[in-house]
């Protein structure tokens, strides 16, 4: 059991209007007693208040800051532990003094993501419940933090619980039968276990499908922005951000090292990366600036192929595109307020499958074309619904892959009418890694590591 009681900076640390310190354990409502001068002492006021007071250096009784307290007796709290916050003014100094003085007491600094880590041992929140915390800080766009909301509030899990209560009524069910085997009820048994670990399969497989756009969500889609020197691809990124990030100039050359940012276009988090223009060129800085380009074209989930609508397009770039014709990609005809010399229908019929978007990033014309686009290659209508369950963490993923190959090899064990108590193996290993997701068969060192990616006062 926990008896030890901990306190950290809840909120970034930096200028800000408030800063909080939470403070967690048995002994939090006392010891922050000992520091709190106010009319009524805290450790006689009522559960759930927030009070009014200055924290005092004990040792000569001097005031060190104005704050507000409030006050969360166990088990009603997130920790399930007596939870006291102390909201300061926020300046770095007087809280950093605060939390010296609290770290005098009986209390000590939490660890990264200790406060999450209880609740989890307290039983308020599951491994996954828990995880999906860290992606909640992390969160970059709304729809992220939606899913991430979700999770917390325990939908995976529950999709999860109600795959393994089948799996163990199966595994009862065959044991039954081990124990009284009967000449007909084997078979009955192989049919059995084939349409559960068939329907388990099949949500295994729904939840993965999610998967790779639950990572998108969470991390951004790399979007390079590539193509030759001059054609705009910095002119583009500044008008997608929305601020001057990379240097503009009519010198071919001008961008030499690749260049983030991150958007959210209609919701979807893009990790806009702009890059050198692409050519042979002698100049060493701007060789390597390509190579740079190259590498970004490799990683990238979506590539958006900047043109010049004002020129005819040049044989590395048709060479290039024809690379590209596995990758998604956008094609871009730029400045299109200039007169046009880019043959577009031989591009519309050399890559029929393309989207082909012309605009004038100086005229700010068809952008919007641009972000519609980008939304209609990732999102099927699907994801405006509000069946948010998205498994978007990769120690997820791997157990589900894991459950599933255990899965079909019951199945296809039990088609081959292997006997029953080899197949039970099977069903129990998916069985113990779904519980692994939500934290039920999980060793110690693996909860430490994954609380350990918390921030601290999480
Ligand atoms: N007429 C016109 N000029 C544009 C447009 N977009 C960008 N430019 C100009 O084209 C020149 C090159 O723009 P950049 O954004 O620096 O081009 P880049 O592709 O990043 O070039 P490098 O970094 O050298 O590879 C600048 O003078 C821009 O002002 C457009 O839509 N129309
Ligand atoms: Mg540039």
């Known amino acids: 059991m926990i008896s030890d009681t901990i306190a950290a900076i809840a909120t970034a640390v930096g200028e800000a209007g408030i800063a ?5 354990g048995p002994d939090a409502v006392q010891e922050t007693a000992k520091l709190f001068q106010s009319k009524i002492p805290l450790t006689e006021v009522s559960s759930h ?19 507000l307290v409030s006050v969360m007796r166990a088990p009603r709290s997130f920790t399930v532990e007596d939870v006291v916050e102390i909201h300061c003014h926020g300046g770095v100094v007087s809280v950093r003094k605060v939390m010296d003085l609290l770290l005098q007491r009986n209390i000590r600094l939490a660890e990264p993501g200790e406060f999450t880590k209880r609740a989890f041992i307290n039983g308020r929140l599951d491994l996954s419940q828990a995880e999906a915390v860290i992606d909640l800080i992390r969160s970059k766009s709304d729809r992220a933090f939606n899913i991430a909301l979700k999770q917390v509030d325990g939908a995976l899990s529950k999709r999860i619980k109600a795959m393994r209560y089948d799996l163990v ?20 048994t192989s049919t059995l276990i084939q349409n ?22 969470r991390e951004g889609i790399t979007t390079a922005i590539v193509g030759r020197p001059n054609v705009g691809k910095s002119s583009l990124l500044n008008a997608l951000a929305q601020e001057n990030k990379a240097i503009v100039t009519d010198i071919p050359g001008t961008t030499r090292d690749v260049i983030e940012e991150f958007v959210t276009i209609n919701g979807i988090p893009l990790k806009l990366l702009d890059t050198a223009g692409l050519r042979e060129t002698t100049d060493l800085v701007e060789q390597i600036g390509v190579e740079k380009s190259r590498n970004a074209l490799e990683q990238a989930d979506l590539i958006l192929f900047v ?31 200039l ?26 014309e068809g952008l919007d074309q641009l972000e519609k686009s980008i939304s209609s290659l990732f999102f099927s209508g699907e ?11 990769v120690r997820h993923i791997a157990l589900l ?11 296809d064990a039990a088609e081959a009418f292997v006997p029953i108590d080899m197949i039970q193996i099977d069903i129990r290993l998916a069985w113990e890694r779904l519980g692994e997701i939500i934290g039920d068969s999980v060793s110690e060192s693996l909860i430490d590591q994954i609380f350990s990616q918390f921030c601290l006062g999480k």
């Open 20 to 24: 909080i310190i939470r403070v967690s």
């Open 383 to 393: 994801l405006e619904s509000n069946d948010l369950t998205y498994v978007s963490n």
């Open 196 to 217: 559960k670990c068939s329907a388990a399969l099949q949500e295994i497989e729904q939840l993965l499908k999610t998967a790779s756009e639950g990572k998108i969500l």
């Open 339 to 364: 007169p046009q010399e880019l043959d577009l229908k031989s591009i519309y019929t050399h890559f029929p499958a393309q989207q082909i978007v012309t605009m004038s990033v100086r005229e700010q």
């Open 307 to 337: 043109v010049n609508y004002n020129e005819k397009l040049h044989d590395d770039e048709l060479l290039l595109l024809e690379k590209l014709k596995e990758k998604q990609t956008i094609i871009i005809a730029n400045k299109t307020d």
């Open 49 to 67: 208040t927030v009070n009014y007071g200055h924290i005092i250096d004990p040792l000569d009784g001097s005031r060190v800051e104005e704050v």
């Open 401 to 411: 892959k894991q459950a599933k190959v255990s899965l079909e090899e019951g199945r």
């Open 169 to 188: 009524e199966l595994m009862a069910h065959i044991e039954v039968n081990i124990d009284y085997p009967e000449h007909d009820v084997q078979e009955m």
